[in-house]
């Protein structure tokens, strides 16, 4: 009689588990160990400015999501996603992520985190999340998960200057978002995080007030953002095009909106090929104040362009892009632009695993310091140095 007793517990336990949600624990694992050189632009010498080795960790990842049927179409969904260190390392290549600050922190930085709801009318989402501008950018990375040295991320809807100050859009933030159904091909989402999240708010100042008067060391994060994209898929060709503001409301500074517009297509009409070309416009109002803009026009900008293509076939698939950054329009600080070109080769040795081979070249000219973004204290460009890598890495995922 206990024996029954206890079955029946247990079954109606299971029942219910089952019945309250569904959860999906996944991942990645992907490592590569790349040689780095920086070398001294041609104005100068070509002699190498330094080497280095470093095992890389490329954006690997642990995250649960679920969602729970509410019964008339309706649904509860929610997913928790972090990063994870799992070469001991303090450098990171989640773009957008929290760098680790200790040699043996595993989880470190987190990623796209969210409760929502979702019917036929469309799912609304709050937490930590990619950006609409941040979601379209990297759709058109053809490299494996949009990580490491190649990824999309590294000069688009990015402005640099000197050594110190950088701006960019696609980035995660605490936000409120919607996504429509797809209608006729056509889908769209919308986002906005307050002036309040991220740490901040609007009566601070920039470290140390570095803002004020000079960009070249301006260390001031925005403080809200607003931004949309809105798409069409068919015939294996994908279009989209987004926005995306950020307010700088700090006080004692000269800093206005930092806005980005984005274009995109691709094509995936072939089975294995994937064809992308990706055109950002970004600005960054200012004043004359920052010695950027003498003439008054309150903004300074630039234009990068990206095109990518990766082809399976059987086993194989190479994949090559190229990006293209512009000089600094309105700024009598030179800032003549930026190249990046990668091949990468990848092997899959099953449906989930492969080992690939990567080689990378980032251009840099005057005053510019773009990078693989992989260094976190050992070697990285500064004032238009050059930098490149090669190596070797597997990349599994369950």
Known sequence: MQKKIIAVAVAGLSTAAF???NVTIYGVADVSGQ??????T???TSKPAGNVFALENNSSLIGFKGTEDLGNGLKALFQAETNINITGTQGSTSGTGAVSTGATTLFSGLRDSYVGLSSKYGTGMAGFMSTPL???LNSYDVMPGATGSGRIE???STMKFNNVASFASSVRATAVAYAMPTLYGFDASIAYTGSNNNGINNSATPAA???ANSLSTCTAQPQSVFGLN????GYGVNVKGAFQQANQNFTGTNLGDYTSYLVGAGYTGIAGLKLSGVFVRNTLGTTAAMGLTPDGAGKITNNQFYTGASYRMGNWEPRVSAVWSSDVNGSNIQQLGSRQWTANVGYYMSKRTQVYGLVSNVSNSANQNFSMAQQSANLRPTNG???FTYGMGMRTSF
């Not at 040689?35 to 001294?40: H, T």
Request: hydrophobic share 30%; proline share 0%; net charge positive.
């Open 134 to 136: 941040r979601a379209s």
């Open 385 to 387: 140095q050059n930098e």
């Open 19 to 21: 019945a309250q949600t």
């Open 42 to 44: 041609k104005a100068t």
């Open 154 to 156: 590294h000069m688009m």
């Open 35 to 40: 040689g780095y050189n920086v070398s001294q």
């Open 209 to 211: 007030g570095t803002c």
């Open 230 to 233: 809105l798409g069409w898929t």
